[in-house]
DNA sequence: TGGACGGTTCGGCCGCCGCCGAAGGGTGTG
DNA sequence: CACACCCTTCGGCGGCGGCCGAACCGTCCA
């Protein structure tokens, strides 16, 4: 309808910056903005305006403790809208690492990591197929867990409560796997789950997780997920 | 990852000229050059470089005939991000119409149109509701047609021609009606088998449809949809 | 073979926006 | 109370990008 509208929102994340910005923030925490002006190499100024530009945007949700200025996503829509972003503009062919330190973070990423409150990386794929695999989750004709998967949530103590207009179950498609993995509610209390029964824990300060042993007990007793297909 | 990739794409949106071209080509036609410039007031000059760009930039596909160059959004994918950035932009309460004309074909659009390659508007909510309370499709737990739902477009010799990443079922948000509707390979083909069927005809030269008499008998007799739930 | 027409290229203008450093305010700390 | 720290505001600079009109090129038509 309104073309001005759409263009001003998009003039949200057509700035370098800010998109560095945006995809930090896409680990789901909060950053300060001195953080994330180092993340980006940019002057402190420029990020303080830049910050000022996406929240009253609707983009970023601020949280001022002290003297400190705390932004994250504002919500899983927007998440939503960056990642879907970020997968169109990457290269069908990521460019390769040039160094040991790089590749090496780079392969820790492509294991496991979180895209905003979910699991990425072949963790996410891997649960993901498990689950469809064992009839928990439907993709053949859209994307939707079924009966015995909400009874698999259920039989873990894990409730997922339906609030706003976040769908239960979503296809999030994965930057190194080019395949979808689970988001929406269920993905969110999967990987809080995951994290608070110490299936896996976050490595660095980065969005990388690592899955424990007892992680791949309870992945394999669970889903059926051999431990060598994570690694 | 990449930043810079990112802000370059969302930079190819966040001008208002190329954002008025992206929402004129969401009815999933290809227009001409011409065309455009004069949708969005812009002169023919200034229009063939903002196709120049978007078409550099994959989001658009051209194809040449004569001395007409047509375009037209490049995949569904990019149909799926233009309708999410333009969902996300709008405002909540919409602004009220002018004039009685702009009301009118308002109106119009609310009742029925098509939405890329899909039903939108009341008419396409009102479908997604029917096969959803019909058990054609599941929503509480994600997005996805049923077995039952695969057998009603059997039924009705809809074949459902997977191809590529596209999804078979995906809930696209409905811009007037705030919920979502059926978007997909099954939304695709059942809105050509609606056009198809003459259960509905594009009115106008824009996105707005409207359901004939043969259209009302045929959604009562098949997902027993009231005429009065299209009014 | 003109001429109308759709599209493109080019030059030039203008405005916007990202960037920084300097200065200042509010907050926590020694 | 002084100082360090985080962030913000402001001024000024520089560059990018959108816009148009004029000229041009190819296509279609009489």
Redesign the pocket.
């Known amino acids: 309808m309104a073309a001005s509208d759409l263009a001003a929102l998009a003039?949200?994340f057509?700035?370098?910056?800010?998109a560095a910005f945006l995809l930090a923030l896409l680990d789901g925490r909060a950053w300060?903005?001195?953080?994330l002006?180092r993340q980006?190499?940019?002057?402190?100024?420029?990020?303080?305006?830049?910050?000022?530009?996406l929240v009253a945007g609707g983009v970023l949700a601020?949280e001022?403790?002290?003297?400190?200025?705390?932004v994250r996503l504002a919500d899983p829509g927007i998440a939503h809208l960056v990642e879907d972003l970020a997968a169109r503009s990457q290269p069908e062919v990521p460019a390769a690492p040039r160094s040991l330190r790089e590749a090496s973070a780079g392969e820790a990423m492509a294991r496991g990591r979180t895209c905003y409150d979910h699991l990425a990386g072949r963790l996410g794929i891997a649960i993901t197929e498990a689950m469809t695999v064992r009839g928990l989750l439907r993709q053949d004709t859209g994307f939707a867990l079924t009966d015995r998967g909400l009874t698999w949530f259920d039989d873990r103590g894990i409730t997922l409560v339906r609030k706003g207009r976040r769908p239960v179950a979503r296809g999030c498609l994965d930057w190194t796997e080019r395949r979808p993995h689970l988001a929406g509610i269920a993905g969110a209390a999967l990987c809080r789950h995951a994290l608070d029964a110490g299936w896996c824990v976050r490595i660095g300060s980065e969005r990388a997780v690592k899955v424990t042993a007892e992680g791949e007990s309870a992945l394999y007793a669970s889903l059926g997920i051999a431990p060598a297909a994570l690694r």
Do not use: F, I, N
């Not at 300060?32 to 953080?35: I, K």
């Not at 001022?64 to 705390?70: A, D, L, T, V, W």
């Open positions: 003039a949200l057509a700035d370098e910056s800010r300060t903005a001195g953080e002006a980006a190499g940019v002057a402190p100024s420029t990020a303080s305006e830049h910050l000022g530009k601020e001022r403790q002290g003297r400190h200025r705390y």
